[in-house]
């Protein structure tokens, strides 16, 4: 079994006067579309009823990555560290997700150092996925399990990138057939053009075409003129 970054004191404080934050993360418009979310949410919700942690929020970044940070830059995660940071969510909040990877799939030390920037003002992190509890103390004192962060941030970070890598030697391939072949890369189009067949380029769909050439008028703009 995985034992918890944590002492036997420090996991029954834990267990008894914590309160949960829930973070649900997806990258992708296609995982929205299945049990992403239902998934995480379901054993978050699960895992926190056998530490016996009432859930006070759930949070949400779906088709947020954390792989170029965005769901830190832009998202509720970020907003939600600002929380930590000024005092508002206090020590007693525990943050928990599925897996590290729903936090941060960014490089190595920048996942390390902003587990152990929010710990070091009173946040705990939990993670479903191997019952891991991560605070300041245990950070502090258990070199094993910080090199555990290292090996798993490592893991996502390096998946993410093949991921890109895969994605742009696909771009590449499918740019140098079009050269080669004359055909279209996508067929995907504004509504006024339409792929042809041998996708060999677009035909023009003239009505919805008529609509882009005709000049703008006052009610396009929402206002009457008068």
């Given at each position: 079994?995985?034992?918890?970054?944590?002492?036997?004191?420090?996991?029954?404080?834990?267990?008894?006067?914590?309160?949960?934050?829930?973070?649900?993360?997806?990258?992708?418009?296609?995982?929205?579309?299945?049990?992403?979310?239902?998934?995480?949410?379901?054993?978050?919700?699960?895992?926190?009823?056998?530490?016996?942690?009432?859930?006070?929020?759930?949070?949400?970044?779906?088709?947020?990555?954390?792989?170029?940070g965005n769901?830190?830059?832009?998202?509720?995660?970020?907003?939600?560290?600002?929380?930590?940071?000024?005092?508002?969510?206090?020590?007693?909040?525990?943050?928990?997700?599925?897996?590290?990877?729903?936090?941060s799939?960014?490089?190595?030390?920048?996942?390390?150092?902003?587990?152990?920037?929010?710990?070091?003002?009173?946040?705990?992190?939990?993670?479903v996925?191997?019952?891991?509890?991560?605070?300041?103390?245990?950070?502090?004192?258990?070199l094993?399990?910080?090199?555990?962060?290292?090996?798993?941030?490592?893991?996502?970070?390096?998946?993410?990138?093949?991921?890109?890598?895969?994605?742009?030697?696909?771009?590449r391939?499918?740019?140098?057939?079009?050269?080669?072949?004359?055909?279209?890369?996508?067929?995907?189009?504004?509504?006024?053009?339409?792929?042809?067949?041998?996708?060999?380029?677009?035909?023009?769909?003239?009505?919805?075409?008529?609509?882009?050439?005709?000049?703008?008028?006052?009610?396009?703009f929402?206002?009457s003129?008068?």
């Amino acid at each position: 079994g995985c034992i918890p970054l944590l002492h036997t004191s420090e996991q029954q404080r834990i267990r008894s006067t914590m309160r949960a934050t829930i973070y649900i993360r997806f990258s992708t418009p296609k995982q929205e579309r299945g049990a992403s979310r239902d998934r995480q949410l379901e054993l978050c919700q699960q895992f926190c009823e056998r530490q016996g942690w009432p859930v006070d929020e759930v949070i949400e970044d779906l088709g947020k990555s954390a792989w170029t940070g965005n769901h830190i830059a832009t998202g509720e995660l970020g907003k939600f560290a600002d929380r930590v940071r000024s005092g508002e969510a206090g020590t007693d909040t525990v943050l928990v997700v599925e897996k590290l990877d729903r936090l941060s799939r960014q490089e190595t030390r920048t996942t390390l150092r902003w587990m152990e920037d929010l710990c070091s003002v009173g946040l705990t992190i939990a993670t479903v996925d191997g019952g891991r509890v991560y605070n300041d103390a245990g950070l502090r004192a258990d070199l094993m399990g910080v090199i555990e962060i290292l090996m798993r941030a490592k893991l996502a970070n390096d998946e993410s990138q093949q991921k890109s890598e895969r994605v742009l030697d696909r771009i590449r391939r499918n740019m140098e057939r079009a050269q080669e072949t004359g055909q279209i890369i996508t067929a995907k189009a504004p509504g006024w053009l339409v792929a042809k067949e041998d996708r060999s380029g677009f035909e023009i769909v003239e009505e919805r075409a008529q609509l882009v050439r005709a000049p703008p008028t006052p009610v396009m703009f929402g206002t009457s003129g008068a």
